[in-house]
Every structure is written in C-alpha cells, then in structure tokens.
C-alpha cells in the first residue's frame, strides 16, 4: 500500500475540518450577538455553553467513529464526515436563533469526530517511528487550514457573519468529492475488527484504555494539554475585543498568523526536535514555551506585543504529534482506529472543561459586576493546565527512543 494516494487526502481533510473550525472564530461574537440580539458579555457566556456543546458532541461521536472505522474502514467514515459537514455548513447560513446554532455547532462536533479515522488511515500505513513526523504533516495541514479559515473568515465576516460558512461548505463538499475518486481503503481486510456497541461509547473506550499498558497516563496528559490549547479557539476572538479592541478583519489577520506559525512548526519544527529529544521531551519542551506564551497573552494590552508572542507559538509544535504518536505506539495493527478514538475522545473531555474553565473565567472577569477586568484571566488558567501536563507527562516512565515496550506493528 502507498502513502501517495492516502496522504493527501488526509491532509486535505484535516484542512478543511481546520478551516471549517477556524472560519466561525472572527465571527462568532458577531454571529451570537445577532442571532441572540445580545450585547458583548452576554455572547461571551453563549460561546461559552456553545463550545460545551459542540463538546459534547465529539466526545460522544469520537470512540463511535474510531470503532466504525476499524470495521468498514477509514474510507467510509471519512467521506461520511465531510458529507456531514457540508449539510452542516449549509444550515449555519441560515440559522436565525440561538437553538438552531447550538444544533448546528453540535453537528460540527459530532462529524469533527472524523479526526480518528484520519489519524488511524496514517497509522495504517506509517512504520511506528515515523508516525510522529507523518502526524506532524497532519498538524501542518491543521496549520495550514487555521491561516485559511480564519483570513476567510475575517474577510468575509466584514460582509456578514453568514457568508464565510458558504466558502467552507464548497470546500467540504469538494474534497468528499475528491475523496470518492482518488483515497483508497487503508485499512487491511484481515486487520478488520467487528463493531462493538460495549467499545463504542466513552465508557467502553475507557475501559479499553485501561486495559491498554501506559495508555491512561498518555490520554491524562492529551486531556490537560487540550485543556490549556484550548485557550485560543475558545476565547481569542472575544479577548482580541474586549482587551485589544480588534475588528473581525483584525481578529482574521492574527488568527491567520497562529496558523501560519503552527504549519511551520509541524513542518520544520516537528521532525528535529523527535529526533533530538524524542517524543516525552520534545513535548515537554512544547508546553513549557506554550506556558510562557500564555502568561505573556494573559498581561499584554497592545496590537505589537500580541502579534511578537506569536513567534514562538511554532515551537510547541511538537507537543500534539508527540502525544498522538505515543499513543498509536500503544495500539496493535487492528486497533489504531479504536486508539486514535481514545486520543479523540480524550481531547473531547478536554472540549468538555474548556468552555467552563475558560470562556467562562473569562466571561466572569468581563462582566460587568466583576471585581477586576481582565480579559486574560483565561491564559492564566491555560498555564495552569499547561503546569499540570508537564508534571504527569514526567512521571511517563521513558523507553528507548520513545518506543515503549509493546512490539510495534507496522503496515506497509
């Protein structure tokens, strides 16, 4: 089996799923504000319960994706998402109240869920000691679609906070298409599993994990760190208003550059510091930089040092592969659809807290009863969090090169 085929695709889907998140950011508060007929603050605590939601949704979807994916394949539940995706799009183009976009950002989560077939499709075909630069590549697309869609949006949200959900509905209905004529299956006929509902559902998922060697510890740490990540899809565009006065053109232009220093990270980033450290490190050394950045964030008031603590948001790139990669390490030839499920459902509980521990300490600290205003209370949360990874990552015991000790099994 080839990667020429596969990886493409894969890393079309990632982009688009990153613009299809990234292109509501500029428009969110604007978009809340209108359907709602709220002012500012008011939006605040909706984004909150919004993100609690979407969620939610992708906590609940994610196991079940990654389960289907290891019986009908990769090929099936991806095409599916993007088509979910595309109805979903369309529908945030002409929602007029608030529960018809909490239906809309809930189906966002639940077919975003397609991110651990995606994974387990690099897996498939990935030997173990490159998945963590191949899942770099994934991260790049990531990156690539957060410039993307957030310039989108913020060029297009200066017309209207609905007209940037018509270019990402075009986008996802375009690569499904694409998908159907040129992405193969990835996953071997004998390496399928039947599906489980007991395995499909976060308890069943969690159980699995337990019984998975070193399995908990790693998703202890996705969960604190998505934790801490968090801080900019949930709370940027509200804190670029309320601490730095920005325009959604404004909020589009900075979100472009996070995703530009994200994809440069991923790409030139990701593979040096593996190889240099090696997974448990290169991590550790990625969410001590992403601390820094959070503190900084938490007390600058000016468009010049916003855009200066950019810069060294690439260099925690390698946090997330890392992670993944150590994962997928865990997981035999036959699971990786089901592990990469865990991971995102790990990453789902961390959606879960977010909302409230971060846009919510933010929408009290702008309130207007609030004791101090301060818009950047969220990033000191997300430093916390971004402390409490770095501690349970170093308790991770270290193995060879990172290889841990389950035979790896590889896929050609």
Same mark, same amino acid.
């Given at each position: ?26 428009? =969110? ?47 099936? +539940? ?12 369309? =529908? ?89 004529? +040129? ?71 900075? =979100? ?157």
């Amino acid at each position: 089996m080839t990667a020429s085929r596969t990886i493409p695709f894969i890393v079309a889907t990632i982009f688009v799923d990153a613009v299809g998140f990234g292109i509501i950011m500029p428009v =969110l508060p604007q978009l809340v504000m209108e359907v709602g007929r709220i002012d500012l603050p008011h939006a605040i605590e909706v984004g909150a319960w919004i993100g609690l939601v979407m969620a939610v949704a992708t906590f609940l979807a994610s196991p079940v994706l990654g389960n289907l994916s290891d019986h009908y394949g990769r090929r099936r +539940v991806l095409l599916l998402s993007l088509g979910g995706l595309t109805v979903d799009y369309a =529908l945030l183009t002409i929602v007029d109240t608030l529960p018809w976009l909490f239906v809309a950002r809930a189906l966002s989560g639940i077919f975003g869920g397609s991110y651990a077939a995606a994974q387990a499709a690099i897996a498939d075909i990935t030997e173990p000691e490159q998945r963590a630069r191949n899942f770099g590549f994934v991260g790049a697309a990531f990156g690539v679609g957060f410039v993307a869609g957030p310039a989108i949006g913020g060029f297009l949200g200066e017309i209207g906070p609905r007209a940037p959900f018509v270019a990402a509905a075009l986008l996802a209905a375009a690569n499904m298409l694409y998908g159907i004529f +040129v992405f193969p299956e990835t996953l071997r006929p004998d390496r399928t599993r039947a599906f489980d509902w007991r395995r499909a559902n976060p308890l069943g998922a969690w159980q699995t994990m337990r019984g998975l060697p070193g399995m908990g510890g790693v998703a202890s740490v996705l969960v604190l760190w998505q934790i801490a990540s968090l801080v900019y899809p949930m709370t940027w565009s509200f804190y670029c208003i309320a601490q730095l006065g920005w325009s959604p053109g404004m909020i589009g232009a900075s =979100l472009a550059a996070v995703g530009v220093a994200i994809a440069l990270g991923q790409v030139f980033v990701v593979g040096p510091a593996v190889a240099r450290f090696g997974e448990r490190d290169a991590a550790t050394l990625g969410i001590l930089i992403a601390v820094a950045v959070y503190v900084g964030y938490a007390f600058t008031t000016s468009t010049l040092g916003a855009f200066l603590l950019l810069i060294p948001v690439a260099l925690q790139a390698p946090v997330q592969p890392s992670l993944m990669a150590m994962m997928s390490r865990r997981a035999t030839a036959e699971t990786q659809g089901e592990v990469q499920g865990i991971s995102a459902m790990a990453m789902g509980l961390g959606q879960l807290a977010a909302p409230i521990l971060l846009t919510g300490t933010m929408a009290w600290f702008t309130a207007d009863g609030a004791p101090v205003h301060f818009p950047g209370a969220a990033f000191i949360v997300a430093a916390i969090f971004g402390l409490l990874a770095i501690a349970m990552l170093r308790r991770l015991p270290r193995a060879t090169r990172d290889a841990d000790q389950i035979p790896p099994s590889v896929t050609v």
